[in-house]
């Protein structure tokens, strides 16, 4: 029995469950006479709602179809070899349930080198090989192909990506060091570290010809058969395949200086991965590749045994699972259908919800305001949004006819809304005022219609108080930009019924919205765990802090941007709103900063002002500096670290003990998709676990054992 094999063995013993893919060979003949032609596909035996993914036991079966291929190859009975995959799905990588699993680093050790051993045959076979595209290809199913001599790609691909630094690793069978030597370091790096730490941002296919990582691109209907017809071609010698030289210079060293740059503003030294993938990517340059497949194994088993991929991997789950499947959602056969919505409100963020149901339900949407002007402004917003998806070609003209014809404006809610099976309000965050809208909307809305707020604080059963139905209230809260982020927040008033949440929940999902059911208690999730830690921030700048001490102390947690410009963002008077409707309730924790209401009473729109001689950084704002009152106590940023972590951990201790969510898991996905918080954090609860702040708090950590970290 070879290495290879009793490594993948024992690894397939520690993961019984595994989704199985299997590597079929068949045999065909080229056109033109060019010869016999060995094709493998790869395919899990489902649909590509279940997308085709290397276990152990998938790698052993790759390596017996090479096993056959090699043989062949040597005996001269094939001209070549291809691989490709199932109807719309080549491989996305491994499968990370195996992942979760490892104990010991030597196991974790023999994930990474099974892939190499198995893979790197494909270049060593005595007959050119191919990778044929055909579909989604992410990870181990980009770098299987990276093995071969030649690739093509379909232009109807949605998703091509390395996206392990997304999730806390690195790509590590074959694409740190081969795709740099493919296609130089700055286009490896891009791929490889920014895309991935762009929210893990997807090609498609003709960037992936643009790139140089596919030599040809073929039209989707017919790819294999124009992919075949390609590959007789090479063999024939009619077809000859140049690629760019790769520049091993300066350039190189360059693109490196240039990842390590990406990296430091996105995650800011906190997780390691970036930072091993450069390392690699750096000493790729001699071309020396298995020197780069050994620096690729240590890397992989390194960052499986740490936290950070345990968090990635944690978050992608909460995400890819939690997420559509919202804990607490009452049984969706209680939803009751949507026909027609009306939008209270044609401000900016009412014009925004509009448009949102627009696209996504395709159903009547109409606006009302206090007056005619407001109401054609935001009509006259959400025509021109459609007007440029039409310049984009995202529709064509007929659809952007009918959306433009489905929303319209009224004065007069008892017109607009007497129909409506849906009305959101998004006015004035003021109790009286939105109990006054709700009482002149349940008058004219049919008895069957929920009627929803998109409050970002206060009480879902106040505002539902004083209506003769309140079991048909909802909170439906988004978040702003409402067409990038996920995350709804769906609020249950102390009478909301059943069918009133199932039917809230079942527009989440037609809008395509990750919903995470909240109790009706003070600002909800994000804005309450997002408000004490501003809090926090801004009680030690106004004790003595430096502004900037402040904020650099936060940089370890390797945010998506730093609190005062999060702040600038949301707007200093938001913020001002909800410290002060959170201090109303919680003044024990809950401060309201002098500074910040001195900043919000000044006009002004943050703490910083950008210039171009300064690079667009932010600077303090010396307007802003001469309204601060500083007290006389500084702390270091190790100080303000721990206490702004303490706080956090204690509020969310307190809100799972108030049942605010169902879990420390929902916490953890209101804060990835509702406030870009990073997936090597998981969120929050991971990472205070980890660093020992939840047990210094709460006495205890928020997760289990093997939960977002390494199994015991």
Known sequence: MSTTTELLKGAAELFPDEVVTSAHVRHLDLPFGAGRFALITLDNGFDHTKPTTFGPQSLANLNAAIDQVEQEAAAGTIVGAGITGKPFIFAVGADLKGVELLKKHDEALAIGKGGHDVFKRLSALAVPTFAYYNGAAMGGGVEVGLHCSYRTVSKAIPAFSLPEVFLG?????????????????????????????????????????????????????????????????????????????????????????????????????????????????????????????????????????????????????????????????????????????????????????????????????????????????????????????LGKGRINQDKANRLTALVTGVLDKAEGFADADFIIEAVFEEMSVKQKVFAEVEAVAPAHAILATNTSSLSVSEMASKLQHPERVVGFHFFNPVAILPLLEIVRGEQTDDASLATAFGVAKKLKKTAVLTKDAPAFVVNRILTRFMGEIQNVIDEGTPVATAEKAIEPLGLPMSPLVLLELVGPAIGLHVSETLNRSFPERFTVSPNLKRVVEAGKRGFYVYSAENGFKPELDPEVAALLVQGDSVLTEEQVRDRVLDAVAQEIGLMLEEGVVAEAQDIDLCLITGAGWPFHLGGITPYLDREGVSERVNGKKFLAPGVASVPA
Request: one cysteine or more.
């Open 169 to 389: 690793l690195v790509p590590g069978w074959g694409g740190c060091a081969i795709l740099p030597n493919l296609i130089g370091a700055e286009r490896a790096v891009s791929v490889i570290i920014e895309n991935s730490l762009n929210q893990n941002r997807q090609l498609k296919g003709k960037q992936v010809f643009e790139l140089g990582i596919a030599d040809a691109i073929f039209e989707g209907a017919d790819f294999l058969e124009q992919s075949l017809i390609w590959t007789a071609k090479v063999l024939k010698g009619e077809t000859e395949v140049v690629r760019a030289e790769v520049d091993r210079g300066e350039a190189w060293d360059a693109a490196v200086a240039k990842g390590r740059s990406i990296a430091d503003s996105k995650v800011h030294g906190a997780a390691p991965a970036a930072y091993r993938a450069l390392e690699i990517i750096a000493a790729a340059k001699d071309g020396d590749l298995q020197a780069g497949f050994d620096a690729e194994d240590k890397a992989l088993a390194d960052l499986i045994m740490g936290g950070e991929l345990r968090s990635g991997i944690y978050a992608f789950n909460l995400v890819q699972k939690r997420g559509k499947r919202p804990a607490g959602a009452p049984d969706k056969s209680l939803a009751r259908p949507v026909t027609k919505v009306g939008v209270v409100g044609a401000g900016l963020m009412a014009s925004q919800l509009a448009l949102l149901f627009l696209r996504r339900l395709e159903v009547p949407v109409v606006l009302t305001d206090i007056d005619q002007e407001r109401v054609d402004k935001g009509v006259g917003y959400v025509h021109a949004e459609i007007q440029k998806l």
